[in-house]
Structures are given as C-alpha cells and as structure tokens.
C-alpha cells in the first residue's frame, strides 16, 4: 500500500490524488500542516498530521481519518478527526479530501476552543459521577524499557492528559507504576497502555507493551494518601527509600504483597530475555 506524503503550509496539487489511482485502489494521504494561529490558546504552534484512508468505494464512503499532534491532548485531537468527519459527510459521493483540509486550516483554532469549554463543561458534570465512583488506583509492573526516554515522556503525557497522579518508580531491575484517578480515566490510561506502540523491540522497531502486569487495580481506600495533582519519575537507590514511598501513601499492605515477590522473581529470573519485545 503506497502512502503519499504532503508537507503544509507548502504549495501543492491534490486534484491527481482525489480519485484512488487505478493500480492502488487503497491510498493513504499523509499530510503535516503546521498551524500558527492558535498560539493564543496553547502558547505554542502547532503541527497536526492527518491520514487519509481511501476506501475502495470512496467517494462513496467515507474515508478514515487519523489526527496527531504532540502539541494536542487525545481528547483534543478525537475533536478535530470527529469535526472532519461531520464535514465529509456534507460530501458524500464527492471528492472531498482537499476540501476537508482547507476546512480544518481555517476552522482548527474555533474546535479546539469548543474542545477546551466542552471539556469544562464535562468536568464540572461529572464531579457528582467521579464523587460516587471515587478515586481508583492502578498498581502496573513493567518488565524493561528499551526506549526509556520516550517511553517516559509517553507515560508522563497520557497521566497528563487523564488528569492522573502518583508515580513512575525505577529501582534496580524494577519497574513500577502507581497511579490515581477516576475510574473512568484509568481504565483509559490501561488500554493505552495494552494497545501503543510505547517501546521498541530488539531490533529497533516500535512495539506494543507485552509485558506489563496489572498487579491491582481497586478503589482508594480512607486510609491511602492522594498525591496531590501531580505524577512523578522517580529513581530509588534502595529497597528502603521505595518503601517509605509507598508507607508516605498509606500503601505498606501493597508494597508487602507485591513488591518483595518482584524481587525474588527478577534475583531469579535475572536480565529479560534479548530476544523479546
């Protein structure tokens, strides 16, 4: 499958590549646009990257959209891929890719400002939801990081995005993460978690996470401290500056049941295979 890639703000012709080309009825159109006018509402430019999937039956039926940008949240960039959609199907059974890119540059700074209030809107009505469900926490172990730095910076981006506390812990040949939230946002983070491609494998190429081990997931207990608005990576030295980690939290019983038993399985078990993801 051919992908054709168009950089913006650029001079370009899309009018060869609104219809599929005979010898590949399934092109994927990958466009970057950077955009400079919503600086005042992100204090930053940004770059967003579209893919177009052309089906077979296109401009019959719609194409696939896939919006990115490292300057966007998730939410964000689901906003802008929703709006393209309400937008092609004003053109059904039309060309409609071109359109739909000279739309999104005139009309991206006016989404995500709706994004941003409807975002509000949604926190302040699930306040009474969130209350009833409580704060959960997620207790993960990983078993490596190859691409440590951009695994991290994933990591910290999605807790981010979730709007979840507590801790990335490295310590030795451990890897841990405790996080806090609604329930709702955990779950989100997990299946982020399952379905990236967060690592790389031993030759280089991007991976999904297979390794990782949801030790607990439950409710906050009264007796467990939140770690107030922020998420952390933090290295321990010793087995003893993670555990007063966990009893600063309220959490001794979890570090007790999970954390010792890690231990003893990675003294026997020793480096992680090479040869797996």
């Avoid at 966990?246 to 399985?265: D, I, N, Q, R």
Wanted: hydrophobic share 35%.
């Amino acid at each position: 499958m051919e992908v054709f890639h168009f950089k913006s703000p650029c001079k370009y012709s899309l009018s060869h590549w609104l219809q599929p080309p005979p010898k590949n009825p399934h092109p994927l159109f990958y466009i970057e646009w950077q955009s400079f006018d919503v600086k005042e509402l992100l204090d930053t430019d940004v770059l967003l990257k579209l893919l177009f999937h052309l089906p077979v039956n296109y401009p019959s039926t719609l194409p696939d959209i896939s919006v990115n940008s490292d300057q966007l949240t998730r939410a964000q960039c689901m906003d802008v891929k929703d709006k393209l959609l309400e937008q092609a199907k004003k053109h059904l059974s039309e060309p409609m890719v071109h359109d739909l890119i000279l739309w999104i540059q005139q009309h991206l700074k006016y989404v995500i400002k709706q994004s941003a209030t409807v975002c509000k809107e949604k926190t302040a009505l699930s306040k009474g939801t969130s209350t009833e469900d409580g704060i959960w926490m997620l207790f993960l172990h990983l078993d490596h990081m190859r691409a440590k730095a951009k695994y991290v910076k994933t990591v910290e981006k999605w807790a981010s995005d979730l709007r979840l506390t507590g801790r990335l812990m490295f310590m030795g040949k451990i890897i841990l993460i405790l996080l806090q939230g609604d329930r709702s946002n955990i779950k989100e983070y997990l299946i982020l978690q399952k379905t990236s491609k967060v690592d790389v494998d031993s030759s280089g190429k991007k991976c999904k996470e297979k390794t990782i081990s949801v030790l607990c997931e439950t409710k906050v207990q009264s007796q467990h401290k939140r770690y107030n608005l922020t998420f952390e990576v933090k290295e321990y030295s010793t087995l003893d500056e993670l555990q007063k980690e966990f009893e600063t939290a309220g959490l001794t019983t979890l570090f007790s049941e999970f954390v010792p038993p890690l231990l003893k399985l990675k003294e026997n078990t020793g480096p992680f295979d090479q040869s797996s993801s």
